[in-house]
């Protein structure tokens, strides 16, 4: 079956552009997490949503963040003014979501490069 | 603190060596789960442990818990090529839906 899907997979912007990525998670799949992943670093938490309960945004790095979900298909995340900070490769999974934390299935991620 | 500990950072072998890479974590869990990355096939699960178990096993990986000292091991055996990769171990430290993510080993299998 299909897999995580993310668009676009490359994104070259200038700073203080806005851009917004997109994640398609496998059909049936409750939960749906985006991570953002620095070169040569681990994945920081950035937003977590779980069927139509709220949102957890605590790892959010800034109220230029905000992500958006329709019920358990696509989110998208969305950077206001982006800073060159904000360049890393943004990853998206999702889980079954059932019963505690079980396997994350990744998408193969947006590089977003912000000159 | 948003990340666990793995070492070493970076392991290079001969094809056909064993690698053992380590991770440490914080607080309690319910499992902890181990992850490849590499730029062929993106990110992607390996095995879960649950905190009541020692070892487990799939394939060439073996991985055990030891929960008195909060870490775990990934050993991967008669490595190939195509181990080549970051690994990172993932735990729920008593979160039942956040995992907290390591930085990774960077293991380069040479031929």
């Known amino acids: 079956g299909a897999g995580v899907s993310q668009s676009p997979s490359n994104k070259v912007t200038e700073k203080g552009k806005d851009v917004e990525l997109r994640c398609d998670p496998i059909?049936?799949?409750?939960?749906l997490y985006w991570y953002r992943q620095r070169l040569g670093q681990g994945l920081e938490f950035l937003i977590y949503f779980q069927g139509n309960s709220a949102p957890d945004k605590s790892g959010l790095p800034s109220d230029r963040f905000s992500a958006e979900r329709t019920g358990e298909s696509v989110s998208t995340l969305t950077i206001q003014r982006t800073q060159q900070e904000d360049s890393a490769v943004y990853l998206c999974?999702?889980?079954?979501?059932?019963?505690?934390?079980?396997?994350?299935?990744f998408g193969p991620g947006t590089r977003l490069t912000v000159l | 603190s948003q990340q666990g500990e793995e070492d070493p950072q970076a392991l290079s072998i001969q094809e056909g060596e064993n690698a053992t890479m380590n991770c440490s974590y914080k607080t309690s869990i319910n499992n902890l789960q181990w992850y490849r990355q590499n730029s062929g096939r993106g990110l992607v699960h390996l095995i879960l442990i649950r905190s009541n178990e020692r070892e487990k096993h799939s394939g060439r990986l073996r991985v055990t818990l030891d929960t008195s000292k909060k870490s775990s091991s990934l050993l991967i055996t008669a490595s190939r090529a195509a181990d080549t990769a970051s690994y990172f171990c993932a735990t729920d430290e008593d979160s039942n839906y956040q995992l907290i993510w390591g930085a990774g080993t960077k293991l380069i299998i040479k031929p």
């Open positions: 059909s049936g799949h409750t939960a």
């Open positions: 999974a999702s889980s079954p979501g059932t019963g505690g934390i079980n396997e994350q299935f």
